[in-house]
């Protein structure tokens, strides 16, 4: 049994200022409790502990291998091998924070929650959290350039997703008609869908397929899809998910492009914004008071990075690769000619 002292060591665990702890936790104990894998190493906790980013001068690895004595948290039992499995046979419920819930709440009004919540699920959340304040109060905001959001999710558009992420996981293929931006509509196309992208700048859905006509990845929008049917992948197509992932992962760009961004006029949230539906990373450099913002791309949205690279202006610059600088290099220029020479 732990004295009085260890029981208010191990209760900050659950401040909300030590969250990181408290998550650390959560996920030791029901990984182990759900996972096939019952037991952690040494370096695994001291790895796991170094992800959170947890500070060595707590020991809390030492104090989870009760190693460090009058902290020791006595979650994990030391097996004969030399591993640690759980000391209690439970798992611990996520309990989530009041300002989550108030969050919960917030993203409930959002219509877009239907492509992913049944209605009756959405509505029991809804009285669960009929209690909390709405942490955006629409009085307090003045919002002077609002995003085109969708007013409601259409029908079509909600069956196409449901459909199309159950392609996704079953690994089946999908026949259907296409009407492009120009309003061509193709039918009979077939294809195997691969990864659904979400573009906060045109507020729309994009899905990421091989195309098994033209044997190469494509990019679509999602409500330009009609009629689509599922197909089964074994029956009528010789091509394994190995060789699918093979094939899109081969046209991803070498080389992520590098922005470097000054923070003036709002071009990092817009550059954030513009790259939404693009795997990023961003890192800030204190010595020029820049932010380096590193967009990984397929080469099929070459030109669409370009592009949308042009909206975000003088204020970020191309650190590389070498040949997305020239190119942009060699655009400027051609607009530069094309207007000097307007009288």
């Known amino acids: 049994m732990m004295n009085g002292v260890k ?29 096939s894998k019952k037991s952690l190493s040494r370096s695994e906790i001291s790895d796991m502990v170094e992800r959170y980013g947890i500070s060595a001068e707590f020991n809390l690895s030492q104090s989870l291998m009760n190693e460090n004595e009058l902290y020791n948290l006595y979650l994990l039992d030391k097996n004969i ?7 209690i046979e439970s798992s611990v419920p996520i309990q989530p924070y009041k300002i989550e819930k108030q969050w919960l709440k917030h993203i409930l009004k959002n219509p877009k929650l239907k492509l992913f919540l049944e ?55 999908i026949e259907y008609s296409y009407t492009t931006r120009s309003n061509e509509l193709l039918q009979n196309c077939r294809g195997i869908p691969y990864k659904i992208e979400y573009s906060m700048k045109e507020d729309c859905f994009y899905l990421i397929s091989y195309s098994l006509e033209d044997k190469r990845p494509i990019k679509s929008l999602l409500s330009g899809f009609k ?28 080389k992520p492009i590098l922005l470097r961004i000054k923070d003036v006029n709002n071009t990092l949230e817009r550059a954030l914004f513009q790259f939404s539906c693009f795997e990023r990373e961003l890192d800030y450099i204190e ?3 820049a932010y380096l913002l590193s967009i ?3 080469e099929f949205e070459r030109e669409e990075v370009i ?37």
């Open 7 to 35: 029981c208010l060591k191990a209760m900050e665990l659950f401040l909300e200022g030590k969250n990181k702890n408290y998550a650390l936790m959560l996920e030791l104990i029901n990984w182990l409790y759900f996972g």
């Open 81 to 87: 091998d030399g591993d640690y499995s759980l000391h």
């Open 119 to 173: 209605d009756v699920t959405i509505a029991k959340l809804e009285a669960l959290l009929a209690d909390y304040d709405n942490i955006v109060s629409e009085d307090a905001l003045t919002i002077n350039r609002p995003c085109i959001q969708l007013q409601q999710v259409e029908e079509g558009l909600s069956r196409n997703f449901k459909l199309l992420v159950k392609a996704i996981l079953e690994n089946k293929g």
């Open 227 to 254: 009629d689509i049917k599922l197909m089964n992948l074994e029956v009528e197509y010789n091509i394994s998910p190995e060789e699918i992932q093979k094939s899109i992962d081969a046209k991803k760009a070498a």
């Open 287 to 289: 010595e020029s008071d």
């Open 296 to 298: 990984f791309y397929y």
């Open 307 to 343: 592009s949308r690279i042009f909206s975000l202006g003088k204020h970020a610059i191309v650190v590389e690769p070498e040949d997305i600088k020239a190119e942009i290099i060699k655009r400027l220029q051609q607009l530069k000619e094309k207007y000097s020479s307007i009288p």
